[in-house]
């Protein structure tokens, strides 16, 4: 899952990150609400984890403004504040779940699975699947058929917004931003290695290919049986 974290605290934050990328989401840091406001809105996340004492606006606010705007990504809010008027005005403010400091990571992340899946049908799908191929945002597990094929991290995150985007041409800039979190190109042949070992992954050994290059324009994940 793609997870926004908006935590002051240096420690607390890098622990955090470090422990989401083990778990195998991607999440991006936000130090001060003014910085959580504008990713907020300038990106879309399965789940937000805020941090209620934040610098330039805290973060009720934050996410108040946030559903006033339109903004429905569950938000899990984390506090030193844990008494029962606490949490209920931290709900109250738009927040989903509440979680009072200290905390084990363990429900922290299980926190954010149960926000994952109570979302809408279709605004954040678990399940994602093009022709015989299935990809389990949750569990990480990726199957062709009856076989189980094992992803390295970026290779995970790489196929997933292909089939996100199924049957849509996908450039490489919208895969350099969206996948390595670049807004340059590097000018490197970093995708095409990746897309290079994702075929020979997905599609060596089936008899339909499901990664096509789209020529002069980028990639495309389609069901090759159509």
Excluded: C
Aim: aromatic share 6%; glycine share 8%; no cysteine.
């Amino acid at each position: 899952m793609r997870i926004l974290l908006v935590e002051d605290d240096r420690e607390t934050a890098a622990y955090l990150l470090k422990a989401l990328k083990e778990a195998g989401h991607v999440p991006d840091h936000a130090a001060d609400g003014e910085e959580g406001a504008f990713l907020a809105e300038s990106n879309r996340y399965d789940v937000m984890v805020v941090d209620r004492m934040l610098p330039k606006k805290d973060g009720l606010t934050l996410v108040s403004e946030a559903r006033a705007k339109g903004n429905d990504t569950p938000v899990l809010i984390l506090s030193a504040l844990g008494q029962v008027d606490d949490r209920v005005t931290g709900l109250r403010a738009g927040g989903d779940d509440y979680l009072a400091k200290p905390y084990a990571f363990s429900e922290l992340l299980a926190r954010i699975e149960v926000l994952a899946r109570r979302r809408k049908p279709g605004e954040a799908e678990t399940l994602l699947r093009v022709g015989d191929l299935e990809l389990d945002r949750l569990s990480h597990i990726v199957r062709r058929g009856q076989t189980v094929i094992p992803l390295q991290p970026r290779e995970f995150r790489l196929l997933e917004y292909l089939m996100k985007h199924a049957g849509q041409v996908v450039t490489r800039t919208m895969l350099l931003e969206n996948v390595w979190d670049y807004h340059f190109d590097p000018q490197t042949n970093v995708i095409d290695v990746h897309i290079s070992r994702l075929r020979s992954k997905v599609d060596k050994g089936f008899p339909d290919p499901l990664v096509h290059t789209v020529r002069g324009a980028g990639y495309m994940i389609r069901d090759g049986a159509r």
